[in-house]
Nanobody, 123 residues
Framework: VQLQASGGGLVQAGGSLRLSCAAS????????MGWFRQAPGKEREFVAA????????HYDDSVQGRFTISRDNAKNTVYLQMNSLKPEDTAVYYC?????????????????WGQGTQVTVSS
């Protein structure tokens, strides 16, 4: 499975971006998917996850109410709608496919990773 993340860019605080993550094979439709991010000098952190059928969503407290994760299994794609962006959201964002159908905040529970897309929020 190969994952291709896109949609990052430069936006002013308060703005919005929509990230997409396209998977190369249908295998990912049976797995939970997650978004993580890593800011310069910081460790990778969990952002959001979605169950294999989209019925269960999970968010880090820092993005709850501002970000929305969704998926379209017919298109093998997962999305991250990011609203009310803040400068502290600046990071490289990565999508990942879980090992099995369960989601986790632990990146070690994810098997395949996209290449990352840069999100920069200016103040």
């Amino acid at each position: 499975v190969q994952l291709q993340a896109s949609g990052g860019g430069l936006v002013q605080a308060g703005g919005s971006l929509r990230l997409s993550c396209a998977a190369s094979k249908r295998t990912s439709s049976n797995n939970a998917m997650g978004w993580f991010r890593q800011a310069p000098g910081k460790e990778r952190e969990f952002v959001a996850a979605i169950s294999w059928n989209g019925g269960s969503l999970h968010y880090d407290d820092s993005v709850q109410g501002r970000f929305t994760i969704s998926r379209d299994n017919a298109k093998n794609t997962v999305y991250l709608q990011m609203n009310s962006l803040k400068p502290e959201d600046t990071a490289v964002y990565y999508c990942a496919t879980s090992i099995g159908s369960s989601w986790s905040i632990d990146g070690n529970r994810y098997k395949y990773w996209g290449q990352g897309t840069q999100v920069t929020v200016s103040s």
